[in-house]
């Protein structure tokens, strides 16, 4: 067993305003995402009523007859935005690995006020042919009725407590504090409730909760239940610690390949429960996958740049590292030897 535990930190003196306490946290994350690039979070931005407002209406959502739930699912992209069913996508695709659908039902928005061609965010407006594909629209459910204010309240949280956390990872990095600021002004970020019913039957050879993986994201910011693992360096799985009111934050490939692999982007998994265990219940996660710009490009950063260690990774635009990955997860295709190369496969193996 690894003696690698995921670490708990307390983000409040990063609002301290005092830039020695802002920098004793940033050093501790650093240390953090060198060994295991996933933490549990205490002391930070967002309002635990309304992550428990988040879950019950998540809940009942979910709840609902499949037949109602499928009137959640978008015409324009049945992936990104809507309903998606019980094993719609196998995420281990992501990394070359086949897989049977993963035991889940999701429902995925994005950022409020898109509109296929154009998007608003606060006073700034952005136009153009690439923007209709990530800034699409949402869909909503007739009911529950309150689903659609506490979600796009709850993304709203969201978006600031991520420019609050790449914030805090550009201090880290040796950078300048607003960074990230230009790379992120019109992000495309996704929110995601993953619904993992009680299981009624033994699942598939191989097929579990949610397949290992790595996030395609900057960083990823999770409200989880017992179930979830990561896989440290070494190759050991050690759980996620759940805590009251935390947050989980782990490290995605964006910034694993901006930092040229000084911090990690882990896989991780869900894993299945006994079928006689009391573990066996339903099980819900409220994942906010933070990205940047959907034009950005993903490059070893200035400080993570060393004379004898060039960059591992070619420079590539994030929504064509992203349209890459997520089209593997949901249309179960297999790699190729050009893939592994060009999306990271086989640098990961070579890390852990």
């Known amino acids: 067993m690894s003696s690698i535990k995921v670490p708990v930190i307390d983000l409040s003196p990063f609002y301290s305003g005092d830039l020695e306490q802002k920098m004793r946290v940033a050093q501790e994350l650093d240390s953090i995402c060198q060994n295991i690039g996933f933490l549990v979070v ?103 009725q309150a689903m659609r204010p506490i979600w796009e309240k709850y993304f709203s949280s969201m978006e600031k407590f991520s420019d609050e956390l790449h914030r805090l990872c550009a201090l880290a990095l040796r950078l300048p504090e607003d960074y990230f600021d230009p790379l992120t002004d019109k992000h495309y970020s996704l929110f995601r409730a993953l619904h993992y019913p009680k299981l009624t039957e033994t699942p598939e050879a191989g097929q579990v909760r949610a397949g290992e993986h790595s996030d395609y994201d900057d ?87 060393i004379a004898d260690q060039p960059p591992k990774y070619p420079p590539i635009k994030s929504s064509d590292y992203f349209t890459e990955k997520i089209n593997r997860q949901t249309s179960f295709e297999k790699w190729s030897d050009d893939d592994s190369s060009q999306f990271g496969t086989a640098d990961t193996e070579s890390r852990f």
């Open 42 to 144: 205490t002391g930070h931005s967002v309002n635990p009523a309304l992550i428990r407002a988040m879950q019950e209406v998540s809940l009942e959502f979910m709840a609902l007859p499949e037949s109602e739930k499928l009137k959640l699912t978008s015409d324009i992209d049945p992936v990104l935005r809507g309903y998606s069913p019980l094993k719609s996508e196998g995420l281990s695709y992501s990394i070359g690995e086949e897989t049977p659908g993963d035991i889940k039902e999701i429902v995925s928005m994005g950022p409020p006020g898109s509109s296929e061609a154009s998007y608003v965010m606060g006073e700034h407006y952005y136009s153009c042919d690439d923007a209709a594909n990530w800034f699409i629209p949402n869909i909503w459910p007739e009911k529950p």
């Open 219 to 305: 960083l990823s910011i999770c409200v989880v239940q017992p179930g979830l693992q990561a896989r440290t360096r070494n190759g050991d799985w050690v759980d996620v610690p759940v805590i009251e009111d935390a947050l989980v934050i782990n490290i995605g490939d964006f910034l694993m390949r901006w930092t040229n692999d000084r911090w990690v982007s882990n896989r991780h998994r869900v894993i299945n429960p006994q079928l006689d265990s009391g573990a066996n219940t339903n099980r819900l996660s409220l994942i906010y996958f933070s990205y940047c710009n959907y034009d950005a490009m993903i490059e070893c950063l200035p400080t993570c740049k």
